[in-house]
T-cell receptor, first 110, second 112 residues
Framework: GENVEQHPSTLSVQEGDSAVIKCTYS??????FPWYKQELGKGPQLIID?????GEKKDQRIAVTLNKTAKHFSLHITETQPEDSAVYFC?????????FGIGTKLQVIP | DADVTQTPRNRITKTGKRIMLECSQTKGHDRMYWYRQDPGLGLRLIYYSFDVKDINKGEISDGYSVSRQAQAKFSLSLESAIPNQTALYFC???????????FGPGTRLTVL
């Protein structure tokens, strides 16, 4: 089955700096890659997603890149703010099967 | 997301007790899921349902059962709770024609 590895498990950045979280996947048939943000005491919320026919997608300060050949995708957050502090999950999906990474705890230091 | 609600939000119980966690959604989605979240393990799928008459096991279904009482309601039961079922439990919903899952706020379950 699919295996998704996510790095790093924790990340601390200064406010205003950029943060990058990386994921690799094993199933070349996976074709949908969402990123979720989980704030304390809440459920995961979709923040951005990308499909296998696209290499990059941006939404304001958030961007995701996908390298299908290498089977890895990354989340980029620019100009980080304290409210970006949360746990971020990547996922790889093929049809109804969704496999999540273990999560990255991001701390933005004011 | 208020469209997906879970009850209770917190529950402490003892080993051997039967527990039911409930999930309701107003999004009109046909597909519903139960996940378990443990530190360092991410989200793991317990059960999922494509409609009222369709129930499927996920990767960690042992010790759990589910019931899809209506399109909007999907409950998870622990027949005889054990301490290693202590975790955060999330319900999620999805429209069958789309890719995105929408998660509820979670239930923190502690089994003593």
């Amino acid at each position: 089955g699919e295996n998704v590895e996510q790095h790093p498990s924790t990340l601390s950045v200064q406010e205003g700096d950029s943060a990058v979280i990386k994921c690799t996947y094993s199933d070349s048939a996976s074709n949908y890659f969402p990123w979720y943000k989980q704030e304390l005491g809440k459920g995961p919320q979709l923040i951005i997603d990308i499909r296998s026919n696209v290499g990059e997608k941006k939404d304001q300060r958030i961007a995701v890149t996908l390298n299908k050949t290498a089977k890895h995708f990354s989340l980029h957050i620019t100009e980080t703010q304290p409210e970006d502090s949360a746990v971020y999950f990547c996922a790889a999906s093929r049809g109804q099967k969704v496999t999540f990474g273990i999560g990255t705890k991001l701390q933005v230091i004011p | 997301d208020a469209d997906v609600t879970q009850t209770p939000r917190n529950r402490i119980t003892k080993t051997g007790k039967r527990i039911m966690l409930e999930c309701s959604q107003t999004k009109g989605h046909d597909r519903m899921y139960w996940y378990r979240q443990d530190p360092g393990l991410g989200l793991r799928l317990i059960y999922y349902s494509f409609d009222v008459k369709d129930i499927n096991k996920g990767e960690i279904s042992d010790g759990y059962s589910v019931s899809r009482q209506a399109q909007a309601k999907f409950s998870l039961s622990l027949e005889s709770a054990i301490p290693n079922q202590t975790a955060l439990y999330f319900c999620a919903t999805k429209d069958g024609s789309a890719d995105t899952q929408y998660f509820g706020p979670g239930t923190r379950l502690t089994v003593l």
